[in-house]
């Protein structure tokens, strides 16, 4: 043993391991444990001072030790440059100086000797012990940290480490216990374990951990250690030592560094958010504040100090200010946003105007608060075809709108929306079978053409490639003849090309208007907008019927005057021109006139002679067929006439049957109006008629119409009858005008004027005469408002009668007149006189 | 009756887009040519007063509070100050301050035109647009008062600026601090423009203008 003695200072002695194996066999490989660390854990102390404690080293050169530590309670001056010397129960013996030595790892149990030497060189004490291999705990190394790296934006750390996998068997389940501290104070913040397997591979461990506070507030801290379950080992396991701490050093550090930390978050509402502020040397932070509030100041350093805010508010457009007063007039400040993340597209709905882009709209849903860069970003992906797109959408709009290309020969689509922001991400999906989402776009260049008059060839654009799909449109037929109507028509869509459909059955010389829309035939989805309105009047064509025509004599008989009526737009296929006159005897041309617009009568010198009249409306497209009337006017005696009956709307003629009139009836009437010669009108009506309603929109009320009946022989015309009337009869217009003829003391004559049949406005019945006494006075009511109990009335009913006799009256007394005319209608307003009655010449005698 | 008075500066300022380079200040006269002038400054000092109100309540607190007065951070210096002495500025000549008048305004202008684009509101926007032609307004009133009284307009930005390469803010925070600052330079400079052309109203009144347009006349 002495010779390990040098200058009697122990030396340090190793011995491999593997050296003791040979003598076993050498051809196996070290035993697993020999690449790891063992500690004695329980030792029969040689000394009950001192513990002896044991690990074994370096697993890198497979070599086993067992360590042996002390731990001495002898004072210092004693254990000054002590020497020990280990020996094992192979009489190996290790020399040290310190209070620690490595031994082999016993293959079950061993004893060892130590002695400890004094400096002189003298022995100082021997035990001997005995080491049991279950007794040894297994303790792995420290592991080494390979990087920590800061993320400073996202307050995040990354530590690497590699596991010296290689150097254990494979399968270990291997723990983690991870340390982050921080501040300079070394403050504990977060202990976490992190488990993996050892695969006898050296993997690289990566373990990310996001700090609540900012990594530029303070300097933040690592460390790391490691538990190895090797279970082929018997004796206890333990935690290795914690790693060399790894350093994130803060702002506080740098000699100048400064600012308000984080910067320009985006956070979600209801998170906490620390903020720090971070100064230069002598800098006092006087206020920190978040929005309009301050908040009290944790003191991270010296050189910082931070605030935390707790479930932050959605913040406005321009975000939430943070802001730090220092002394020295300084201030710093940051931003934060505080948002929601993006909601889930509501209303996913896809479709195709054309066939070369897809689009699709959707509503955002709930507002994010988050505005411009922070704002939500859209994409579009297409899992079919693997196709991505991102979307431009206006923040400002209700409703987005993406576009995705048509793919060729893909109709099946498989959407899917993506929506993210700084906060988070959503997405809506939506399978869409295109050929099921058309919704073309708007037909275009609508025109019409045609050379008929009942029909019309219309034609329109779409732009959009629909080869593969049919069109079904809808044209709309307006016209102010007739009700709107919808015409369909099924169609081989085409590639931006044109369209064109043939309407019929349309009436000539017709404003239309005509619109066009149109979807997909086979599966509907939407009809496309409608067209812009087209107008086109279709061509004329010939008149379809003679006009209703009626003819008249002068009153001096030598010229007949010849009356036709207009037609009706949808008789007269056009604009009417003239209209062609002529008159014939046998077949012979006495005359013939042509008639231009807009003249409705004409006049034919005949003298005394008679012939059939004919009348045919021309326009552009040609003649109507021709309407007949004959001259002849057959004489005819004790023609009456007759009182119409007023009906409000029109007058009510009636009239016997007359079985000759094989051809009907005729009721001609003559509107005046004002001094010109009055127009003449008529109605037709058939044999069998015995009575109608004549209607004509310019009969006014108070009027007095005069109607002849005239019967239709196939020889000619008789007038039958005269009818005068009334569509509506007024009250006359005035009272007639009346005069006292005589008074006495007892009675009045009075007299009054005939009325004229314009005053009358309606068939007069009567005349009524009210009187009581009274006097001229403006101021007194009148006589017939004034519900008078002395009123007394006379009627005349008699319209020859043209006075009256008023007896009974009191002498030299005033008395009021009020003479009145009525008609079915009512009564005219009344006239008044005032009269005196002679002073009574006679004795007041009572008879009787 | 300010309200009658901003009524008719407000018509009058229709007009604006109207009169290109206010070239009819010619004929108009410097008297006339610095009243309108004179007016316009009062009528934009008004309505920045309601602009810097909506806006500093879009930055939000503290620059809203009416106490906020913020260290000026070496940054803001890209904003023409209108900190000057005022006996230095009084000691200039006319032509000196209606210089210094036209390029701040000018300068002023394309950083409030710089503003539009962050705005996240629509009416704030809206407000924006209409501030900057009224201020693009000013340039040209001022440049007309320059011409009718004889002065060169500046070297530098003449008729529409164009941007500075001033570096845009790092942070969103700094960008507020820019926004306040330069509308707390524009009501400055504003309110000591005022100033400026109602001396110079009274140096140059209307009648002398008109003797002025006699004597060319012969």
Redesign the interface.
């Known amino acids: 043993l002495t010779s390990f003695l040098e200058d009697g200072v122990c030396s340090y002695l190793k011995l491999p391991f593997g050296e003791q194996k040979k003598n076993v066999d050498e051809s196996k490989p070290p035993l697993p444990f020999s690449a790891s660390y063992f500690m004695f854990n329980k030792l029969s102390a040689w000394s009950r001072d001192r513990k002896v404690q044991s690990k074994l080293l370096t697993p890198a050169d497979r070599s086993s030790r067992v360590l042996f530590q002390f731990i001495s309670s002898y004072q210092p001056k004693y254990l000054l440059n002590p020497l020990c010397l280990f020996c094992d129960v192979l009489s190996r013996c290790f020399k040290t100086k310190e209070e620690r030595v490595e031994i082999p790892v016993p293959e079950s149990s061993t004893t060892v000797k130590i002695t400890t030497y004094s400096i002189s060189g003298t022995t100082f004490a021997t035990r001997h012990f005995e080491i049991h291999k279950k007794d040894i705990s297994f303790v792995p190394l420290a592991p080494h940290i390979l990087s920590l790296t800061p993320d400073f934006s996202t307050s995040t750390l990354t530590l690497k480490w590699s596991d010296n996998g290689s150097a254990f068997p494979y399968g270990l389940d291997a723990s983690w216990e991870i340390e982050v501290l921080r501040k300079e104070t070394m403050e504990d913040v977060t202990r976490e374990t992190y488990n993996s397997k050892l695969i006898h591979e050296d993997i690289i461990h990566s373990w990310n951990w996001k700090s609540d506070m900012p990594l530029e507030c303070t300097s933040h801290y690592v460390k790391i250690r490691r538990y190895i379950n090797i279970t082929q080992f018997d004796g206890p396991k333990d935690w290795s030592d914690w790693s060399p701490v790894e350093v994130v050093p803060g702002k506080d550090t740098e000699p100048n560094g400064s600012g308000?930390f984080p910067?320009?978050t985006v956070v979600a509402v209801g998170s906490n958010v620390t903020f720090c502020c971070v100064h230069k040397e002598g800098q006092q932070i006087q206020r920190m504040?978040y929005?309009?509030k301050d908040y009290p100041l944790i003191r991270l350093s010296s050189r910082s100090s931070a605030i935390r805010v707790l479930n932050a508010n959605a913040?406005?457009?321009?975000?939430?200010?943070?802001?730090c007063t220092m002394s020295e007039?300084?201030?710093?400040?940051?931003?934060l946003f505080v948002g929601y993340g993006p909601d889930v597209p509501k209303g996913l709905s896809c479709e195709t105007s054309n066939f070369v882009i897809i689009k699709c709209t959707w509503k955002p849903g709930r507002a994010t608060g988050l505005?411009?860069v922070r704002g939500t970003k859209y994409s579009l992906t297409e899992s079919i075809s693997g196709k991505n797109v991102s979307c431009e959408v206006n923040e400002?709009k209700k409703k987005h709108v993406c576009g995705f290309p048509v793919l060729a020969d893909q109709k099946t689509y498989s959407f899917i929306l993506g929506a993210s922001n700084p906060i988070g991400q959503t997405e809506a999906s939506l399978l869409v079978d295109l050929n099921q989402r058309v919704n073309p776009e708007t037909p275009e260049k609508l025109t019409a053409s045609g050379n008929s008059s009942t029909s019309v060839h219309l034609r329109w654009f779409i732009n959009g490639s629909f080869a593969e799909i049919r069109l079904l449109c809808e044209i709309e037929i307006s016209s102010g003849r007739s009700e709107q109507k919808v015409h369909n028509v099924s169609m081989p869509g085409g590639k931006f090309s044109n369209y064109t459909v043939q309407l019929n059955a349309l009436h000539p010389y017709t404003k239309y208007q005509f619109r066009v829309r149109c979807s997909a035939a086979d599966h509907f989805w939407r009809w496309s907008d409608w067209s812009g309105t087209l107008e086109y009047t279709t061509l004329e064509a010939p008149p379809t019927r003679g006009p209703d025509i009626w003819r008249e004599r002068s009153p001096s008989g030598k010229s007949l005057r010849i009356f036709w009526k207009p037609l009706s737009l949808s008789e007269a296929n056009g604009k009417i021109v003239s209209h062609e006159v002529s008159c014939y005897l046998l077949e012979e041309s006495l005359e013939y006139k042509e008639v231009m617009e807009p003249s409705n009568s004409t006049e034919i010198k005949l003298g005394r002679n008679d012939c059939v009249i004919s009348v045919v409306a021309k326009n552009h497209a040609g003649s109507s067929p021709p309407s007949r009337i004959t001259s002849v006017e057959l004489p005819s005696d004790n023609v009456k006439t007759d009182r119409a009956v007023a009906m409000g709307n029109g007058i009510y003629i009636s009239w016997n049957s007359f079985p000759n009139m094989t051809c009907g009836y005729i009721v001609k009437w003559c509107h005046s109006s004002g001094s010109e010669p009055c127009s003449v009108d008529w109605q037709k009506f058939p044999s069998n008629t015995t009575d109608a309603v004549i209607k004509s929109a310019l009969f006014r009320p108070g009027v007095r119409y005069n109607f002849s009946l005239y019967g239709c022989k196939s020889s000619g015309y008789q007038l039958l009858k005269n009818v005068t009337g009334y569509m509506k009869e007024l009250p006359p217009k005035r009272a007639p005008n009346f005069t006292v003829e005589e008074t006495s003391s007892d009675s009045i004559l009075v007299k009054w004027e005939d009325m004229s049949i314009e005053d009358c406005q309606g068939f007069l019945e009567g005349y009524r005469l009210s009187f009581a006494k009274g006097e001229k006075d403006a101021l007194k009511p009148r006589l017939l408002e004034s519900g008078n109990p002395e009123l007394k009335v006379k009627n005349i009913t008699d319209l020859t009668k043209k006075s009256l006799k008023i007896l009974d009256l009191q002498g030299k007394t005033s008395y009021q007149l009020d003479l009145q005319a009525y008609t079915a209608g009512g009564l005219s307003p009344p006239n008044s006189l005032y009269v005196v009655t002679k002073e009574d010449c006679k004795l007041n005698i009572p008879i009787n | 009756d300010s309200w009658g008075i901003f009524a008719f500066l407000c018509a009058a300022l229709c007009n604006l887009p109207a009169v290109p380079a206010l070239n009819g200040t010619e004929e108009l006269g410097a008297g006339q040519s610095i009243q309108k002038t004179y007016d316009l400054t009062r009528y934009l000092e008004h309505q920045l007063r309601t602009l810097a109100g909506t806006y500093l309540n879009?930055?939000?607190?503290?620059?809203n509070?009416p106490d906020f007065n913020?260290?000026r951070?070496a940054r803001a210096e890209r904003v023409p100050s209108a900190t000057v002495d005022l006996d230095l500025w009084r000691g200039l000549t006319d032509n000196a301050r209606l210089a210094a008048n036209y390029r701040a305004y000018s300068r002023l202008l394309c950083y409030l035109r710089g503003l539009d684009g962050?705005v996240?509101?629509?009416e704030l926007r809206h407000r924006l647009g209409h501030f900057c032609s009224s201020l693009q307004g000013l340039v040209l009133s001022i440049a007309g008062v320059m011409s009718s009284l004889g002065y060169p307009l500046p070297a530098g930005p003449a008729g529409p600026p164009t941007p500075p390469g001033a570096p845009a803010a790092p942070?969103?925070?700094?960008k507020?601090?820019d926004d306040f600052w330069l509308l707390k330079e524009l009501q400055t400079w504003l309110w000591r423009s005022a100033k400026d052309f109602n001396r110079l109203k009274k140096k140059v009144p209307p009648a002398v203008v008109t003797l002025r347009i006699e004597a060319r006349g012969f």
Do not use: C, H, R
């Not at chain 1, 913040?315 to 200010?321: E, F, I, K, M």
């Not at chain 2, 879009?58 to 620059?63: A, I, S, T």
């Open positions: 308000l910067q320009d504040s929005g309009a913040s406005s457009a321009s975000g939430t200010n943070i802001v007039d300084w201030m710093d400040g940051a931003v505005y411009k400002m | 879009y930055l939000g607190p503290p620059f509070e913020p260290p951070l962050q996240g509101t629509v942070n969103n925070f700094l507020k601090m």
